[in-house]
Every structure is written in C-alpha cells, then in structure tokens.
C-alpha cells in the first residue's frame, strides 16, 4: 500500500517545513512527513530547505552564518503571508518531541551537499535515538556519501538516496552503500523499474507528486510511498 508523506509538510497549503504544515499534514491523515535539516553558527539542527533563509523568509543570508536564536528573528511564513502570521523555523528537535507520541513516519532529508556540516550525521542519529525513533524515521540525502556514513554509524536506521537523472541498476548501488530506499525524481521511474527495485528488497519513493493525474499514476505502479505538497488530495486520489 503506498504511504503518503507531506513534503515539507503540507508545503502547498501551508508555509513549507514549519510547525503548523507539520500539523496540517497530521491533520488530513497523512502516513509520514518529510522534512529538511541544516545547522546553524552555534550547531543547532534546524528545519528548512535552503542554504539561504532568502526564499522562506523575510530576512536574507546564510543558515550556517546565523545562530539559532538570530534565526528566531525571521518570519519564515513565505508565500502565505496573507493566510497566517509569524512562523518560526523550527528545531529539528521541536519536531521529534510533537511527532514522537504520534504514529507518523519522518523523512528527515539531510541537506549537506552544498555545504559539509560538521557532524551533522552524527547530531541527528544521536537525536533520533534520543526519542527513540529509530524504526520510524528514514534518512536520506543527494549526498550519497553521507548516507554511507549514516548506515555504518547507525545500522538500525533505514537510509535512502535522493537522485534527479537515470541510474544503471540503482537498487545493486543502494545495496553496496546499505540503503533500503531510493528516492527518485519521478520522471526517472517506469512500473518495470519499481518492479526492479522491489525484486531487490529497495523501497521506491518518488518526489514530488502534485498534480492528481501523477498520483493515480504511481499509485498504479505501486511505489512505497510519494512525496506531496498535497497529502490531502493524495489522500483523496488514492481512496
């Protein structure tokens, strides 16, 4: 059955990787949700997607130039300006407390392939160990190396690569690096690819699924899971 995650949360309805498109994507039933993680000057793990705070906030610069506490400063409420007020960046730690009593499953895509942070693999296992999540939270990351790394440091939890173009035989690569999943563009996936991919014991789950016509699509070719703005409608496609 394929599980829907919320791609940085609700992100279509709600301003993306903020506390309330997490509970949104909690709200409308969604299986999981997916967030992105960066450290900042004094090596807090925080929620968001860019390097920069220029396109989800109102201020500009670097996440790694600012501390935590100068980041709290900026309204990361992006193109929803009109609809609600003042959201924070959020703690990956924030995250974990609200959805570790819950049964969602967590993608929590580590975004270091711009910039090495130091010991960014080693702060988010230590936290997910924290809340005791490892058998429902999946990593993954464009930085294939550091998920290689993530699988040797924690065995028990699952990792999954992120990648754009075509792959030759991506399930025997995922395979040597000890990932569980991969993480494709969609437009690289075929049903005989997915069939592949499960032949090998790789889970399957494309990003990003937005338009209704995608949905039914990979729905019928039986992917693990989708990334959605749109868990909602994913929701509702799928029943």
């Not at 294939?144 to 399930?171: F, G, K, V």
Request: proline share 4%.
């Amino acid at each position: 059955m394929t599980k829907i995650f919320a791609h940085r949360g609700s992100a279509g309805t709600h301003p993306e990787n903020t506390m309330i498109s997490f509970y949104e994507a909690e709200r409308v039933g969604a299986d999981g949700i997916e967030l992105d993680v960066q450290m900042t000057k004094d090596g807090k793990l925080v929620v968001i997607h860019d390097e920069t705070i220029d396109r989800t906030t109102d201020g500009t610069g670097w996440v790694k130039d600012f501390t935590y506490q100068e980041l709290q400063a900026f309204n990361a409420v992006y193109k929803f300006a009109n609809q609600y007020g003042v959201c924070r960046i959020p703690l990956l730690e924030e995250v974990l407390e609200w959805i570790s009593p819950t049964s969602l499953l967590l993608n929590i895509e580590l975004k270091n392939g711009l910039i090495a942070y130091h010991k960014l693999e080693e702060k988010v296992i230590e936290m997910i160990k924290y809340y005791r999540l490892e058998s429902r939270v999946i990593l993954s990351s464009f930085n294939h190396n550091s998920m290689a790394r993530c699988h040797q440091m924690a065995p028990d939890i699952a990792t999954a690569l992120l990648y754009m173009e075509p792959l030759y035989q991506p399930w025997q690569y995922a395979r040597l690096l000890g990932a569980s999943g991969l993480h494709p563009y969609y437009r690289t996936l075929s049903p005989l690819f997915v069939q592949k991919a499960h032949a090998n014991q790789i889970a399957v789950r494309p990003f990003t699924i937005n338009h209704e016509r995608l949905m039914k699509q990979m729905f019928e070719h039986r992917v693990d899971a989708i990334f959605t703005d749109y868990p909602l409608k994913a929701k509702q496609v799928k029943k």
